[in-house]
């Protein structure tokens, strides 16, 4: 293993060990939750939204380390972004877990580190479950549960 694959692997496992804005927040705007039925992945994420921007975010769920990891690095990665920043961070870690390189002004933070992630395809739905998450709660779409796995989102029970 080369040393970058191994500071991303310490990264990761960071974020797992360590999660950041981790739990509930109390004055959320938006509630979106989504799973991986794959791999049973869960994941809830929280966001406070005020004149177009995110003032703050935070998940819970459970699920393995890089899909907990995924989350604690996106929600530390969108505070004070506003929602068409964030839009475009969904974009780009989609096209990361495709191989394209990040814009080169865009800081990605921790969340570089999941790059190595597009190495092992299965895995790469665990990475992705936090930013299908958000991208549903972006849509304004917190009535139904984002699917790792399909577009189409499943009603809340």
């Given at each position: 293993?080369?040393?970058?694959?191994?500071?991303?692997?310490?990264?990761?496992?960071?974020?797992?060990?360590?999660?950041?804005?981790?739990?509930?927040?109390?004055?959320?705007?938006?509630?979106?939750?989504?799973?991986?039925?794959?791999?049973?992945?869960?994941?809830?994420?929280?966001?406070?939204?005020?004149?177009?921007?995110?003032q703050a975010a935070s998940f819970g769920g459970k699920g393995c380390a890089i899909s907990q990891a995924a989350g604690s690095m996106l929600t530390e990665q969108l505070q004070g972004l506003t929602l068409t920043e964030a839009k475009a961070l969904v974009e780009t870690l989609k096209g990361l877990m495709q191989g394209q390189e990040p814009p080169a002004e865009l800081d990605l933070g921790d969340l570089e580190s999941l790059a190595g992630v597009r190495k092992f395809p299965v895995r790469v739905k665990c990475a992705a479950l936090s930013w299908n998450v958000l991208e549903q709660a972006l849509k304004g779409d917190t009535q139904h549960t984002a699917d790792s796995t399909q577009n189409t989102p499943k009603p809340l029970k």
């Open positions: 293993m080369d040393q970058l694959d191994e500071l991303y692997r310490d990264v990761i496992l960071d974020h797992f060990k360590q999660p950041r804005h981790h739990g509930p927040l109390a004055d959320a705007t938006l509630t979106v939750e989504g799973t991986n039925p794959l791999c049973g992945d869960e994941m809830t994420l929280w966001l406070r939204l005020d004149g177009g921007r995110i």
